[in-house]
């Protein structure tokens, strides 16, 4: 049987939501990672360092004492976020970033930021304090098409922002085309992405199979194939500009599959297995630990961990749904079959 041991990884984007719902999902992500970079867009957001340190001890409640996992905690910006918060937030330990929403780009994003130049201050803040910002790269202009926010959020969002604060860390998260990664590739060494395992493995088509296929649906949405294999070359390229992020963000069936659609995509029940599977198709197992264990913690300023990490290749069938609180919660690739499995 092929084997393949790594240093443990770690996630650096991910979507825990709390209570009940998130006590049935957490144990997914302890159980693969070392620790998570976790997402505040939660109702309330979080916005402030005691909200961020409360949002930890719940996660950390609910996580299997088994498990050696920790959360790492982010700050949600808004257009009134003050400098100050920047400041008390570097002198915390378990808190490393802050996230950047667009208001109205994504899930519970409406209290979002309306126009990055009111944070201007708060950026200032951040860059002399060496905390990264997280970018949900998107612009929220309706009449701009869906399948074009990321280009466009580049062109008229991030390239002034990167010359306007060349010394601060950007993570530009879970990037979908072609335009994504060459920005990445022609920025200076300040600024990196994370690449989930969704926009890897799907293609738009994938939103489409007979109908609309609401658990394949995400943001930002999957976009064509050339830009789906430049993100696929970007990740097991062995550029460490690119790392593992999964964006697991969980929805309960009943939201999924009704008039909401609810935007997101739960990879967090096997996702190491899937990235590793992604690497084996692709020959590029070699390049596996670096993208998954090395890259992010490095340009987070972590210490890479020392816990090991082995798999097996070994076919086993995802489940077509998982408990979610008081409902079910469909995993990314539900049904299908992955041939490598995590060896506990």
């Given at each position: 049987?092929?084997?393949?041991?790594?240093?443990?990884?770690?996630?650096?984007?991910?979507h825990l939501r709390d209570g009940a719902a998130m006590a049935s999902?957490?144990?997914?992500?302890?159980?693969?990672?070392?620790?998570?970079?976790?997402?505040?867009?939660?109702?309330?957001?979080?916005?402030?360092?005691?909200?961020?340190?409360?949002?930890?001890?719940?996660?950390?409640?609910?996580?299997?004492?088994?498990?050696?996992?920790?959360?790492?905690?982010?700050?949600?910006?808004?257009?009134?976020?003050?400098?100050?918060?920047?400041?008390?937030?570097?002198?915390?330990?378990?808190?490393?970033?802050?996230?950047?929403?667009?208001?109205?780009?994504?899930?519970?994003?409406?209290?979002?930021?309306?126009?990055?130049?009111?944070?201007?201050?708060?950026?200032?803040?951040?860059?002399?304090?060496?905390?990264?910002?997280?970018?949900?790269?998107?612009?929220?202009?309706?009449?701009?098409?869906?399948?074009?926010?990321?280009?466009?959020?580049?062109?008229?969002?991030?390239?002034?922002?990167?010359?306007?604060?060349?010394?601060?860390?950007?993570?530009?998260?879970?990037?979908?085309?072609?335009?994504?990664?060459?920005?990445?590739?022609?920025?200076?060494?300040?600024?990196?992405?994370?690449?989930?395992?969704?926009?890897?493995?799907?293609?738009?088509?994938?939103?489409?199979?007979?109908?609309?296929?609401?658990?394949?649906?995400?943001?930002?949405?999957?976009?064509?194939?050339?830009?789906?294999?430049?993100?696929?070359?970007?990740?097991?390229?062995?550029?460490?500009?690119?790392?593992?992020?999964?964006?697991?963000?969980?929805?309960?069936?009943?939201?999924?599959?009704?008039?909401?659609?609810?935007?997101?995509?739960?990879?967090?029940?096997?996702?190491?297995?899937?990235?590793?599977?992604?690497?084996?198709?692709?020959?590029?197992?070699?390049?596996?630990?670096?993208?998954?264990?090395?890259?992010?913690?490095?340009?987070?300023?972590?210490?890479?961990?020392?816990?090991?990490?082995?798999?097996?290749?070994?076919?086993?069938?995802?489940?077509?749904?998982?408990?979610?609180?008081?409902?079910?919660?469909?995993?990314?690739?539900?049904?299908?079959?992955?041939?490598?499995?995590?060896?506990?």
């Amino acid at each position: 049987m092929q084997t393949l041991t790594i240093t443990k990884p770690d996630d650096f984007h991910l979507h825990l939501r709390d209570g009940a719902a998130m006590a049935s999902i957490v144990n997914y992500s302890a159980a693969q990672f070392s620790r998570a970079i976790v997402m505040p867009n939660l109702r309330p957001a979080i916005t402030t360092v005691d909200m961020a340190l409360s949002y930890r001890e719940r996660i950390l409640d609910s996580v299997d004492k088994k498990y050696n996992f920790e959360p790492l905690m982010t700050l949600y910006l808004t257009d009134n976020m003050l400098p100050d918060v920047i400041n008390i937030a570097a002198q915390t330990e378990s808190i490393k970033a802050l996230k950047y929403y667009p208001a109205g780009a994504t899930t519970n994003s409406d209290c979002g930021v309306t126009d990055i130049k009111k944070i201007y201050s708060v950026l200032e803040a951040m860059m002399k304090n060496k905390l990264p910002l997280l970018i949900h790269g998107e612009v929220a202009d309706s009449e701009v098409n869906i399948f074009d926010r990321e280009k466009v959020f580049i062109e008229k969002v991030l390239e002034p922002l990167v010359d306007d604060f060349c010394e601060l860390k950007i993570v530009f998260e879970h990037i979908t085309t072609k335009a994504a990664v060459d920005f990445v590739l022609n920025a200076s060494s300040n600024v990196a992405a994370t690449i989930t395992p969704q926009h890897i493995l799907l293609n738009r088509n994938d939103l489409f199979n007979e109908s609309f296929q609401p658990h394949n649906y995400c943001l930002p949405v999957l976009k064509e194939e050339d830009d789906r294999l430049a993100v696929l070359d970007a990740a097991t390229s062995g550029n460490s500009k690119f790392f593992l992020g999964t964006d697991s963000a969980p929805h309960s069936r009943s939201k999924k599959e009704s008039g909401c659609g609810c935007a997101g995509i739960f990879s967090a029940y096997n996702a190491l297995e899937l990235y590793v599977e992604i690497f084996d198709n692709q020959n590029k197992l070699d390049k596996v630990e670096p993208f998954t264990s090395f890259f992010g913690a490095d340009f987070y300023g972590l210490n890479r961990n020392h816990e090991k990490t082995t798999l097996v290749k070994k076919e086993t069938r995802i489940p077509e749904a998982i408990p979610f609180g008081d409902d079910k919660l469909v995993p990314l690739c539900a049904g299908n079959a992955c041939s490598w499995q995590v060896k506990f």
